[in-house]
Structures are given as C-alpha cells and as structure tokens.
C-alpha cells in the first residue's frame, strides 16, 4: 500500500465534487469506504470519512436500540391506549 506523496491540502473544488458524490444513492456508502481506506486519498479526507464511517454506524446502533425500546414500550404499556 503506497502512501500519498502529493499535495495535503483538500481543494475546494475536490470537496465540491465530493459533497456531489455524496447526494448519490448507494453510491455514497460505497465511495465513503474508498475515501476512508484508500492509499491515493489526503489524509485529511480519509480521516473525515473515518469519523463518518464511525459516526454512521453509532447512529445505526442508536437507532435500532431506540427501535427496540420503543416497540418494547408500546407493548409494555399498549393497552392503556385502547
């Protein structure tokens, strides 16, 4: 794995197209794990896309505990409502 050696600085012009790439379907998740793990991106683009990987997966889990506890609730206290 051959690490960058060009310029560090992300350009505006690279974050534009990004943040375009990113309005894409299916087509996001996949290029967030080629930003994040591939050895021509910056640095500080992998790191970003790191963290957004991360962050994605903690509001995964977030949500499917929240899913789980307010379905949980429902049946706990259900009968009251009718």
């Known amino acids: 794995?051959?690490?960058?050696?060009?310029?560090?600085?992300?350009?505006?012009?690279?974050?534009?197209?990004?943040?375009?790439?990113?309005?894409?379907?299916?087509a996001n998740i996949v290029m967030m794990f080629v930003?994040?793990?591939?050895?021509?991106?910056?640095?500080?683009?992998?790191n970003f896309f790191k963290f957004a990987l991360i962050l994605l997966a903690i509001s995964i889990?977030?949500?499917i505990l929240?899913?789980?506890a307010g379905v949980l609730t429902f049946n706990a206290f259900g009968d009251y409502y009718y």
Do not use: C, N, R
């Open 66 to 68: 929240l899913s789980i």
């Open 35 to 46: 930003w994040a793990f591939g050895s021509g991106t910056k640095p500080s683009k992998a």
């Open 1 to 26: 794995m051959t690490q960058y050696q060009g310029d560090q600085t992300v350009t505006v012009g690279e974050w534009f197209v990004t943040w375009l790439i990113m309005l894409i379907p299916i």
């Open 61 to 63: 889990v977030l949500g």
